[in-house]
């Protein structure tokens, strides 16, 4: 068991690696095991393809992201926290997000911003007792808008400091979740009402 783990982590490092140096499109197989030194049905009895090879790197990521959750004052300094393989790997999340699977790199930031959104909107939403669709309603507003920064400043080549422009957010959304509990719950007991 401890030799799978460590092949795994071997092809995946070696798919990391070749990520920092060229576009995901241009990766095939045959890189990943000349780079890591294993053979291809050692590749394929691990991953169906090198698209599973990225998924189960980022489903391991998030795992361990939240598996290693603290307790953070503030969401934006559970974010920072939490984004910080994509600030560490900013060559090979740029190759990603250029490439025509960006989905995956969507996918894994979408679920961060989820459970660190829904962490501190659940905070802000005691005493009001929200409904179940009204607490995701709100997760998500908040969570789109987070991922919507990311996403650009990925594209916009990553130059900007990220972290300001967290900061920046978190003055926007000050005090804000809790106004939009408040309204979201308002807006339910009127559905009701003209029921």
Same mark, same amino acid.
């Given at each position: 068991?401890?030799?799978?783990?460590?092949?795994?982590?071997?092809?995946?490092?070696? @798919?990391?690696?070749?990520?920092?140096?060229?576009?995901? #499109?241009?990766?095939?197989?045959?890189?990943?095991?000349?780079?890591?030194?294993? /053979? +291809? /049905?050692?590749?394929?009895?691990?991953?169906?393809?090198?698209?599973?090879?990225?998924?189960?790197?980022?489903?391991?990521?998030?795992?361990?992201?939240?598996?290693?959750?603290?307790?953070?004052?503030?969401?934006?300094?559970?974010?920072?926290?939490?984004?910080?393989?994509?600030?560490?790997? $900013?060559?090979?999340? +740029?190759?990603?997000?250029?490439?025509? /699977? +960006?989905?995956?790199?969507?996918?894994?930031?979408?679920?961060?911003?989820?459970?660190?959104?829904?962490?501190?909107?659940?905070?802000?939403?005691?005493?009001?007792?929200?409904?179940?669709?009204?607490?995701? @309603?709100?997760?998500?507003?908040?969570?789109?808008?987070?991922? !919507?920064?990311?996403?650009?400043?990925?594209?916009? !080549?990553?130059?900007?400091?990220?972290?300001?422009?967290?900061?920046?957010?978190?003055?926007?959304?000050?005090?804000?979740?809790?106004?939009?509990?408040?309204? #979201?719950?308002?807006?339910?007991?009127?559905? $009701?009402?003209?029921?």
């Amino acid at each position: 068991m401890a030799m799978a783990l460590l092949t795994q982590k071997v092809i995946k490092e070696a @798919f990391w690696k070749l990520l920092s140096e060229k576009s995901f #499109s241009k990766i095939t197989v045959k890189d990943i095991v000349e780079e890591c030194g294993v /053979n +291809r /049905n050692t590749f394929y009895y691990y991953f169906q393809d090198i698209y599973d090879l990225l998924d189960q790197l980022f489903q391991a990521e998030l795992k361990r992201m939240l598996d290693e959750h603290r307790d953070f004052s503030t969401w934006h300094e559970a974010f920072l926290e939490s984004a910080q393989f994509v600030f560490e790997n $900013k060559t090979a999340v +740029r190759h990603l997000y250029t490439s025509l /699977n +960006r989905e995956q790199l969507e996918r894994y930031l979408y679920g961060i911003a989820d459970r660190v959104m829904l962490n501190f909107v659940q905070k802000d939403a005691e005493g009001l007792n929200p409904t179940a669709e009204d607490l995701q @309603f709100v997760v998500d507003f908040y969570k789109y808008a987070v991922v !919507g920064m990311i996403l650009e400043w990925i594209r916009s !080549g990553m130059e900007s400091d990220f972290a300001e422009r967290i900061n920046r957010l978190e003055t926007l959304f000050h005090g804000s979740i809790r106004q939009a509990l408040e309204r #979201s719950g308002r807006h339910t007991d009127c559905e $009701k009402s003209d029921k």
